[in-house]
């Protein structure tokens, strides 16, 4: 039988309270009448009826109000209990309509006369169409609660702040929990007074913030960076994208918007820019450095070679002393370019930092004068770091005689030495720090201290706070260089009127580079010899003096200044050449180091030793890889050049490769 009654039904199972046999048969035939088909289940008596209910799965209770020990009114109480989404009708032949009014407003969903059964299908229809409406309600509304519960839970475990507000910005209508944490203040004094968030803003932002507020009430977003104060006194940048609400007619009926907290990116964005800053000034400080001192080796050297010239007038001895105690400075100036630049070789040896110090210490209480107290707290044992022992020594000297000059009326310098198991989470704020076993080198003064906002610039090369020929502004810049090269860094504490405190973080050596120990021989004497030396150099005045100081030491000379003119010599002479003193840095396309490849590969025997103003990373990671290639650092003097020679001659390597100007 084709039904009407409403989709999503098929045959209504229907549970009816009725003790009637008769009154059962006539509802049936009604319900049958009226085009639905159904399944009844009778209940005649109080507990069949709640075992029914028990049982469930009905999509609807028909009972009569009046049956023996039992009533309707009962029966809705237990149908309401146990089954409250089934709809329920009354059908009885003895309610009067003030009665019927009452069971109605208890929660029945219609009732029907027996003397009227005609009335029931479209009673039935009109049940289940309401409760249909009525479940979809509850189910949309709870639907809704859930959505509101997890918006709910975004709002307050998302660290942005979600606002909504009036679209004259006056009222405030929501603010998400992590407004209290990003601007530091509670969300009851932004409910109790509106504008405390814009109070928060820096004065030199503000402005900006209320204008692009006033255009989002007329409808245009806007996109911000601004910077707030907390309550005690910290900074934070916010980035904040602010939208529309449109009502139906398109006029702005609110706003609202997101604010994120941008800080850490905001610090990674400048330490990348300070360092690519640092970058750029440390390659051009390396060309320089790199040109000035072949002007320097030739400067220096050919002073030390008149020096020790004796019939020189005493007058014309004076003079040349001047110029070389002048070249020796500016040969310092040059070496603390390059370290700054990273292009001077460090000869890292296994060392305890604490002897270092040690081996200092009385220098520098010399060099800071009487009027500072200089106290050293090291911490013993102490892990062993690969470093080069004079660059560390630089380190000290550079960072007392900065301490002295910030305590002009005298004062405390401490050094101290310390461990530090540095954790992945201590390296946010510093971008060259790694995580590992470091040892520390402290130096912390009495002095001025160093205001804030001159603190981020501290190690900017040609930076100085001093007064005009007081200072060359790279003391600071060598020490950042320095640390860059070891793979560490270097962090500052200062405050004004208190005093400053550098912290220089160098990594624990391993086991196998603390137990590595620096080849020793013999210290020659200044002894010539007769071999054979191609030396290959670009600068034609370095190359001369090189030259000259080879044969003043019974050496044999050939000259290229280029890579083509040596090989054009080596096809010549391959079988003189006992060494190939070339530099780094051709002017054409082969290198010192490809030079030197190409013949090792013909003569595996031959002595090489480079020469640079700098050294490339590439060769430098050739030479510490390569223990028969040694380095001498420009510029350089002649007693150094011919002790080096000798030394790589007889042995292959070198004692120690000097980057003193004046060793």
């Known amino acids: 039988m084709k039904t009407d009654y409403p989709a999503g039904f098929a045959a209504l199972r229907i549970l009816h309270l009725e003790d009637n046999q008769q009154d059962c048969a006539l509802v049936e035939h009604a319900v049958g009448a009226a085009g639905l088909t159904s399944v009844f289940t009778r209940a005649t008596t109080s507990a069949e009826f709640a075992a029914a209910l028990a049982r469930g799965n009905y999509d609807l209770i028909l009972s009569d109000y009046t049956l023996p020990g039992y009533d309707g009114a009962s029966a809705l109480v237990l149908a309401r209990e146990l089954q409250p989404d089934i709809p329920l009708i009354l ?24 003397t009227r059964l005609a009335l029931l299908g479209p009673a039935i229809r009109r049940a289940l169409e309401q ?20 918006l709910r839970e975004m709002a307050e475990n998302i660290r942005d702040v979600f606002w909504s507000a009036s679209a004259d910005g006056r009222q405030i209508h929501y603010v998400s929990p992590a407004y209290a944490q990003i601007w530091g203040r509670p969300l009851a004094e932004l409910h109790a007074r509106p504008e405390s968030w814009l109070e928060a803003v820096w004065a030199e932002d503000r402005p900006g913030l209320v204008h692009l507020r006033g255009l989002l009430g007329q409808g245009i977003p806007y996109s911000l960076e601004y910077r707030i104060k907390q309550a005690d006194g910290t900074s934070r940048w916010i980035e904040e994208r602010g939208y529309p609400v449109r009502s139906p007619l398109g006029e702005v009926e609110r706003m609202v918007g997101v604010a994120h907290d941008v800080t850490e990116r905001k610090h990674l964005e400048e330490q990348l820019q300070q360092a690519q800053k640092m970058e750029s000034i440390g390659q051009l400080a390396g060309g320089i450095a790199h040109d000035f001192s072949n002007m320097l080796t030739v400067i220096n050297g050919y002073s030390n070679l008149l020096l020790d010239n004796q019939v020189l007038p005493p007058n014309v001895v004076e003079s040349l002393k001047h110029i070389f105690v002048a070249g020796g400075r500016a040969a310092n100036l040059t070496r603390q370019l390059l370290i700054f630049s990273r292009k001077s070789y460090p ?19 010399r060099m800071i004068g009487e009027n500072i107290r200089l106290d050293v707290d090291l911490a013993r044992p102490l892990p062993r770091i690969m470093a080069d022992a004079g660059m560390v020594e630089q380190i000290m000297m550079n960072l007392a005689v900065n301490a002295r000059d910030a305590m002009s009326k005298g004062g405390s310098l401490v050094l101290s030495t310390g461990s530090r198991e540095v954790a ?3 390296c946010a704020q510093h971008s060259d720090a790694k995580p590992g076993a470091y040892a520390v080198l402290g130096v912390r003064d009495t002095g001025c201290g160093i205001p804030a906002e001159i603190l981020p610039r501290i190690f900017e090369p040609f930076f100085t706070t001093k007064e005009e020929g007081k200072g ?24 004004v009127g208190t005093g400053t405190l550098f912290q220089v973080f160098f990594p624990v050596a391993t086991e196998a580079e603390s137990a590595r120990t620096t080849p020793s021989f013999e210290h020659h004497m200044l002894t010539g010899g007769k071999e054979t030396i191609l030396l290959v150099e670009d600068e034609e005045s370095v190359r001369a003096f090189a030259r000259t100081v080879l044969e003043m030491h019974g050496y044999k000379v050939l000259e290229a200044g280029t890579g083509v003119e040596a090989l054009d010599a080596w096809k010549w002479h391959r079988e003189k050449i006992s060494l190939l003193l070339t530099d780094l840095v051709m002017p054409d396309e082969i290198t010192g180091h490809e030079l030197a490849g190409r013949l090792r590969a013909e003569k595996p025997g031959l002595r090489v030793l480079f020469s640079s103003g700098y050294n490339p990373a590439q060769a430098r990671d050739v030479i ?25 001659l007889d042995h292959g390597t ?10």
Not at 472 to 488: D, Y
Not at 624 to 648: D, G, H, M, W
Not at 654 to 663: D, G, K, Y
């Open 91 to 114: 059908v009885s032949g003895t309610i009067g309509e003030e009665r019927a009014v009452e069971i109605l407003r208890d929660g029945a969903t219609d009732f029907v006369l027996k």
């Open 131 to 150: 409760t249909r409406d009525r479940l979809g309600r509850q189910q949309a509304e709870q639907a809704l609660r859930e959505n509101e519960e997890r």
């Open 347 to 365: 000869h890292n040896q296994s060392l305890d930092l604490n002897e270092v110090v040690d081996n200092v210490t009385s220098m520098l209480r």
């Open 424 to 426: 992945a989470a201590d």
């Open 472 to 495: 060359t502004g790279l003391g600071l810049a060598t020490v950042f260089g320095i640390a860059r090269q070891h793979q560490g860094w270097v962090e500052v504490e200062s405050e």
């Open 624 to 648: 510490k890889s390569n223990t028969e290639f040694c380095f001498l650092q420009k510029p350089y003097q002649p007693k150094t050049l011919a002790r080096i020679v000798r030394e790589v």
């Open 654 to 663: 070198a004692t120690s490769l000097s980057q003193s100007p004046f060793a």
